[in-house]
């Protein structure tokens, strides 16, 4: 059975009321949810959040899908739209000084990443990610994370392909620059 | 310089061009430091793609979101219809009753607000139930009859009052004719002031 057609019979089974349908396909997707929404939001914290709130769309959303787009292209368009809006949540947060830097447990990766050198990779690109504009930051992880060709990424935010090239090579050429500074820091 | 080394990683170029950046690439120093640069922050983002992580974290996922299920269903539809009438009552009234020259001032609306307000307002705004979610759930006596009950709670009315909530026939622009300036000043303040939920 092709992934195509895995995806069309775990909708279909949940529609018609098997709820062990959609468990199946959140274990499927809920690594690549789960990175998307990690690299976006720089933090594990935020990420897990993120991901709940996307599985909660897909939940609500699903009986309505029909199927006019992929639903891996469907399922990245709602984890990039909750976690660009989860950002812009958290931005408005701590402009009403409601939630500082020290709500965000920053120690939560300990929890889930034992080698302490990938840790400190993850949290160079987390930090050095944040850094980029939301929709270049958006595109780049599209691109060279999840490895997507750029039509696809323009299926998933509605931008032109040549705007997503030329979004894509500044991204690409300031995390360059960041990671220079970085190793040389 | 930069962008025909990116195009040429993103595998932008064609044939010909490819052919030309590498012969270059054999010959300028400059391009092949560049060209270095970028082949060694490219293995770097390489090596983050498939990072392991504790696969505890990924079994709990589903549970954790079986438990904001139910959640959920506990609690969201009476949360979620309170709100709605008292962000419209605050909306309504302040469009209808603005003191001229006045812009709506979020920061005092917010100020006496708690984390968790701010949280539901913000999910509310983003809607993940709509009107017709709401409303499907109740026919006409039973969504009175919540209505009532919850504005009888906010506004510490006897429950015989009730039959005054619901004025269908009320026309604001009417109100707000016959009042004065100083009298909507007041009501603005008071709006601003009430804590609804």
Do not use: C
Request: glycine fraction near 2%.
């Amino acid at each position: 059975m092709s992934n195509a057609e895995e995806d069309l019979s775990l909708v279909k089974n949940f529609i018609d009321g098997d709820e062990t349908s959609f468990n199946r396909l959140v274990l499927k997707y809920q690594q690549k949810i789960y990175w998307h929404a990690r690299r976006m939001t720089g933090n594990h914290f935020d990420a897990e959040e993120v991901v709940q709130e996307v599985l909660m769309v897909i939940y609500k959303k699903l009986k309505g899908f029909e199927f006019r787009s992929s639903l891996y292209t469907w399922i990245y368009t709602i984890t990039s739209t909750r976690s660009i809006n989860f950002i812009n949540r958290r931005k408005v947060k701590e402009s009403f000084s409601i939630d500082d830097e020290s709500f965000i447990d920053l120690k939560s990766d300990e929890k889930i990443i034992h080698n302490i050198e990938t840790k400190e990779k993850l949290e160079k690109l987390d930090k050095i990610l944040q850094l980029l504009p939301l929709k270049q930051r958006e595109v780049f992880i599209l691109r060279n994370f999840d490895e997507m060709n750029y039509e696809e990424i323009s299926n998933i935010t509605g931008k032109s392909i040549g705007g997503l090239k030329a979004n894509y090579f500044h991204a690409f050429k300031k995390v360059v620059e960041l990671m220079k500074e970085d190793n040389n820091g | 310089m930069d962008d025909r080394i990116l195009q040429y990683l993103d595998g932008q170029l064609s044939e010909s061009e490819k052919r030309d950046f590498e012969k270059e690439l054999n010959s300028s120093p400059k391009l092949k430091k560049k060209y270095d640069e970028y082949i060694s922050s490219q293995s770097e983002l390489n090596d983050l793609r498939n990072i392991e992580i504790d696969k505890t974290y990924f079994n709990g996922i589903v549970p954790e979101f079986r438990r904001r299920v139910e959640v959920k269903k506990k609690t969201k539809r009476i949360f979620s219809f309170s709100f709605a009438n008292s962000l419209a009552a605050i909306l309504i009234l302040y469009f209808v009753l603005k003191p001229s020259g006045n812009d709506l001032n979020l920061n005092e609306i917010a100020k006496n607000w708690t984390a968790n307000d701010f949280d539901n307002a913000i999910e509310y705004v983003e809607q993940p139930y709509t009107v017709s979610d709401i409303t499907d759930n109740y026919n006409t006596a039973e969504l009175d009859s919540v209505i009532s009950g919850i504005l009888t709670n906010e506004l510490n009315l006897s429950s015989n009052n009730n039959s005054y909530l619901i004025d269908n026939s009320l026309d604001y622009n009417k109100i707000s004719a016959q009042i004065n300036n100083t009298e909507t000043n007041n009501l603005y303040n008071k709006i601003l002031n009430k804590k609804y939920f």
